[in-house]
């Protein structure tokens, strides 16, 4: 009876401490500091977030775990006044170590699981996606085609600042942008016109690889109005941190408008691989037999 007695006044207030610490978590805690103002800025995001704070949950009760059970051995097997030698030694004991396989294996399975669900989610292709967008990746800049509208733009290399005084400072207004509408579903094809680059946008939670002579393909649902920072997570040379880029996620009507601004410049087509800078891969420029001149 009065074992229960302080189980219930050691409870209470551990029960009081837990509520108001958890009560005082920031969106970012509560996110796993993941970058971000919240879950919904893709149709991913939140599965990803999930995933990454349910593991650290997870990892954090194993941690505690396991340095409860070291610190438990250390205070109940110590060497008493008087004692010498070592300790009675203990080996072999089953059901200790069926735990620390079992665990482990569960583990690693669960996770795996996990990732593998939440992977095959983002790497699904869409049927018909809403919106199509070729961006080619290139040193040290960005090229979007906007396939179904049939307009493209070419991005140049974010220039210096020359009006701050902050050392390293860009010019905002050279920043290519990718312009993509809320709540349509966006497949972006990845291409590179040199050197293997990767495309990331940083709140998206997600990137990917863009590779010479190699398509790979983005589906994403964007779902919140904003500007999201990208750059290229690749190291592709010398001027690799200054490979940034910007994505607009705006109304139907915003996008709609700036399609036909660039209808207007003449930016009508699509810039392809004719620009690429790989002119000596494997196979190109050889002639061919019926060209060759004994």
Excluded at 32 to 46: C, F, K
Excluded at 122 to 128: F, Q
Aim: negative net charge.
């Amino acid at each position: 009876m009065r074992s229960n007695r302080r189980l219930k006044w050691v409870a209470a207030p551990l029960a009081v401490m837990l509520t108001v610490v958890l009560a005082g978590c920031t969106q970012q805690q509560l996110q796993g500091w993941m970058p971000g103002d919240g879950p919904d800025t893709t149709n991913h995001t939140s599965g990803i977030m999930g995933l990454w704070v349910t593991s650290w949950i997870v990892l954090l009760g194993v941690g505690a775990i396991t340095w409860g059970l070291i610190i438990w051995a250390v205070i109940v097997y110590r060497r008493r006044k008087g004692q010498t030698g070592l300790p009675a030694q203990l080996r072999y004991n089953m059901p200790i170590e069926t735990f620390f396989t079992a665990v482990p294996l569960i583990l690693v399975l669960g996770f795996f699981a996990f990732t593998a669900q939440e992977q095959q989610k983002i790497e699904a292709r869409a049927d018909n996606p809403d919106v199509k967008v070729e961006v080619f990746g290139k040193r040290w800049a960005w090229d979007f085609n906007y396939l179904d509208e049939d307009v493209y733009y070419q991005g140049i290399q974010i220039q210096p600042d020359e009006n701050s005084d902050v050392r390293g400072a860009v010019d905002q207004s050279t920043f290519p942008v990718l312009h993509l509408p809320v709540g349509k579903e966006v497949e972006i094809a990845l291409e590179s016109r040199d050197v293997i680059h990767s495309f990331w946008v940083i709140e998206f939670l997600y990137k990917k690889d863009m590779i010479p002579g190699k398509t790979n393909y983005m589906t994403f649902v964007p779902e919140r109005i904003g500007e999201f920072e990208g750059k290229c997570a690749e190291l592709c040379g010398e001027y690799h941190s200054m490979m940034l880029f910007k994505v607009k996620v705006e109304s139907q009507e915003d996008y709609d408008a700036y399609i036909e601004s660039l209808r207007e410049e003449g930016k009508t087509g699509r810039v392809g691989g004719e620009y690429d800078a790989n002119s000596n891969q494997p196979g190109v420029g050889v002639p061919t037999n019926e060209s060759h001149e004994d």
